[in-house]
């Protein structure tokens, strides 16, 4: 559990809070960085008398350093760490009851897609994919018995930007209804979506939280305490949490976040230019780019564009042949590490997603640019596409 509320980090900068907000020195070594405890269970003092630690799924002080980092960074009042993302995301959709509606962006993240139709739906939540950059349409078409809108902003992967006050507004209009915003992609560094009205906050921690490629986690920030109980409640009952080594893991990338999110922002403003005067890209997708569709919704809402491109190439041959064709840039799944990688999404991350109205255009190529030099990564990328 982390409630961060009258946390003295609050009047600290961002950086500044990613190195030290529930960081402090442990108080028996004076050990600077938090230590792995690497235990199972907590010695107590007299029955139901303890340290405010009995069993390491319950909580575990690694873990509880991670939450309260993580909350701060989102300005949040809770902060609730998973094993994954998409253990996070299943702890929030465990919110909702048979009978219930979910709204969901229409390029959602394949694994989201997946969740929400293949294992909710056959709990009995229903769900519809929408076009959220039109706020005013969803109004318009609320459908019946909707408790959750779930945005991602940027998309993954098709860099689509949602107007999250805009959307906000909309949910606002049903207080049975919570808004929840998977900000994998921008990171609490670029985007805080409970500033601009959100009720809920995910994150794959896996990505640029971690940021090194190591490590798989998940974490949910909310200032609603009802969510923060329902969400430790299942965190301690399901136990999908993450271990000590996990946590030490991702809050080592904590530390950097900032810094490093910097460095993606500018070589993926470089690789863009690369992209846009090449022949055989047909599209860039990055709200960056002054003619994207959300431009003015991320200069408003994002303090950068972020380090996630992805460009058409006109056909999927040619999209399989550039995935292919690097050598700087690692064909894998994932994203967000200091190392850069290409995929083909629609054969790989949003495969699930095949034949569904979220289904992703099968020339699409989605760069996950890193921390490398700039020059090194357009020499690389230039070559594959060069071969075309």
């Given at each position: 559990m982390a409630e961060v509320g009258n946390d003295r980090s609050r009047g600290w900068g961002f950086d500044t809070r990613a190195i030290h907000a529930g960081q402090d020195p442990?108080?028996?070594?004076?050990?600077?960085?938090?230590p792995v405890f690497q235990t199972s269970t907590f010695a107590q003092e007299a029955v139901g008398k303890h340290s405010g630690y009995e069993y390491a799924r319950t909580g575990n002080p690694t873990r509880t350093a991670l939450q309260t980092a993580l909350a701060a960074l989102e300005d949040?009042?809770?902060g609730v760490s998973f094993a994954s993302g998409l253990a996070a995301?299943?702890?929030i959709l465990r919110l909702l009851e048979p009978g219930d509606h979910i709204v969901m962006g229409n390029d959602a993240y394949g694994g989201t897609f997946r969740l929400i139709s293949k294992v909710f739906g056959r709990a009995g939540i229903t769900w519809s994919a929408h076009d959220l950059t039109d706020p005013a349409s969803l109004g318009r078409d609320w459908p019946n018995n909707t408790k959750m809108v779930w945005a991602e902003t940027p998309t993954n992967p098709l860099l689509t930007v949602i107007d999250i006050a805009a959307v906000a507004s909309v949910v606002a209009q049903h207080p049975e209804a919570r808004l929840v915003v998977d900000n994998t992609f921008a990171t609490p560094y670029l985007q805080q979506p409970l500033a601009h009205g959100a009720d809920i906050v995910v994150h794959s921690t896996t990505k640029y939280i971690g940021g090194h490629s190591d490590v798989v986690g998940g974490f949910v920030a909310t200032n609603e305490s009802d969510v923060h109980d329902h969400l430790t409640f299942i965190q301690n009952?399901?136990?999908?949490v993450p271990g000590p080594w996990d946590c030490y893991l991702t809050l080592r990338g904590v530390k950097t976040l900032g810094v490093r999110m910097d460095r993606h922002c500018t070589n993926a403003a470089k690789l863009v230019e690369l992209l846009s005067s090449h022949p055989k890209v047909t599209s860039v997708?990055?709200?960056g780019v002054a003619t994207h569709p959300g431009h003015g919704a991320a200069r408003k809402q994002m303090r950068d564009f972020g380090g996630m491109v992805s460009f058409q190439t006109g056909t999927r041959d040619a999209a399989m042949r550039v995935s292919e064709g690097t050598e700087l840039f690692t064909l894998a799944e994932s994203l967000g590490a200091v190392e850069s990688?290409?995929?083909h999404p629609g054969a790989m991350t949003h495969l699930s997603a095949a034949g569904s109205p979220?289904?992703?255009p099968d020339d699409l190529v989605r760069l996950s640019v890193g921390i490398e030099d700039s020059a090194d990564l357009m020499a690389d990328l230039k070559q594959a596409l060069d071969q075309l």
């Amino acid at each position: 559990m982390a409630e961060v509320g009258n946390d003295r980090s609050r009047g600290w900068g961002f950086d500044t809070r990613a190195i030290h907000a529930g960081q402090d020195p442990e108080p028996t070594t004076g050990a600077v960085t938090v230590p792995v405890f690497q235990t199972s269970t907590f010695a107590q003092e007299a029955v139901g008398k303890h340290s405010g630690y009995e069993y390491a799924r319950t909580g575990n002080p690694t873990r509880t350093a991670l939450q309260t980092a993580l909350a701060a960074l989102e300005d949040a009042a809770f902060g609730v760490s998973f094993a994954s993302g998409l253990a996070a995301e299943d702890a929030i959709l465990r919110l909702l009851e048979p009978g219930d509606h979910i709204v969901m962006g229409n390029d959602a993240y394949g694994g989201t897609f997946r969740l929400i139709s293949k294992v909710f739906g056959r709990a009995g939540i229903t769900w519809s994919a929408h076009d959220l950059t039109d706020p005013a349409s969803l109004g318009r078409d609320w459908p019946n018995n909707t408790k959750m809108v779930w945005a991602e902003t940027p998309t993954n992967p098709l860099l689509t930007v949602i107007d999250i006050a805009a959307v906000a507004s909309v949910v606002a209009q049903h207080p049975e209804a919570r808004l929840v915003v998977d900000n994998t992609f921008a990171t609490p560094y670029l985007q805080q979506p409970l500033a601009h009205g959100a009720d809920i906050v995910v994150h794959s921690t896996t990505k640029y939280i971690g940021g090194h490629s190591d490590v798989v986690g998940g974490f949910v920030a909310t200032n609603e305490s009802d969510v923060h109980d329902h969400l430790t409640f299942i965190q301690n009952a399901v136990g999908a949490v993450p271990g000590p080594w996990d946590c030490y893991l991702t809050l080592r990338g904590v530390k950097t976040l900032g810094v490093r999110m910097d460095r993606h922002c500018t070589n993926a403003a470089k690789l863009v230019e690369l992209l846009s005067s090449h022949p055989k890209v047909t599209s860039v997708l990055w709200p960056g780019v002054a003619t994207h569709p959300g431009h003015g919704a991320a200069r408003k809402q994002m303090r950068d564009f972020g380090g996630m491109v992805s460009f058409q190439t006109g056909t999927r041959d040619a999209a399989m042949r550039v995935s292919e064709g690097t050598e700087l840039f690692t064909l894998a799944e994932s994203l967000g590490a200091v190392e850069s990688l290409i995929e083909h999404p629609g054969a790989m991350t949003h495969l699930s997603a095949a034949g569904s109205p979220l289904e992703v255009p099968d020339d699409l190529v989605r760069l996950s640019v890193g921390i490398e030099d700039s020059a090194d990564l357009m020499a690389d990328l230039k070559q594959a596409l060069d071969q075309l």
